[in-house]
Nanobody, 121 residues
Framework: QVQLVESGGGLVQPGGSLRLSCAAS????????MGWYRQAPGKQRELVAT???????NYADSVKGRFTISRDWVKNMVYLQMNSLKPEDTAVYYC???????????????WGQGTQVTVSS
């Protein structure tokens, strides 16, 4: 089994910054893409940013230029640096990873439990 644990959420004022972290652990043979998604109350979960095994990144238009995704290959961790936060960034942020647990198994999709980010004055 694979576990993803997020940390770093909290309350921040508009214009402020937060850094989210996600640690993957368990039966991991390899990790392909990792990413962050978010879900605001009453809305569907949406992509925030992803990073592939080749270090290619992809961002939602709403966060481009403000958020930066990065990854530590050795520690199986992914980070999301969030700057210039806006009230509309308020949501539960979820870590996602595409993981192979053995050489013979297909890639499976795993999710963390989520961490709350609230941007408010």
């Amino acid at each position: 089994q694979v576990q993803l644990v997020e940390s770093g959420g909290g309350l921040v004022q508009p214009g402020g910054s937060l850094r989210l972290s996600c640690a993957a652990s368990g039966s991991i043979f390899s990790i392909n893409a990792m990413g962050w998604y978010r879900q605001a109350p009453g809305k569907q979960r949406e992509l925030v940013a992803t990073i592939t095994s080749g270090a290619s990144t992809n961002y939602a238009d709403s966060v481009k230029g403000r958020f930066t995704i990065s990854r530590d290959w050795v520690k199986n961790m992914v980070y999301l640096q969030m700057n210039s936060l806006k009230p509309e960034d308020t949501a539960v942020y979820y870590c996602n990873a595409h993981v192979r647990t053995t050489y013979y198994t297909a890639t499976q999709n795993y999710w963390g439990q989520g961490t709350q980010v609230t941007v408010s004055s």
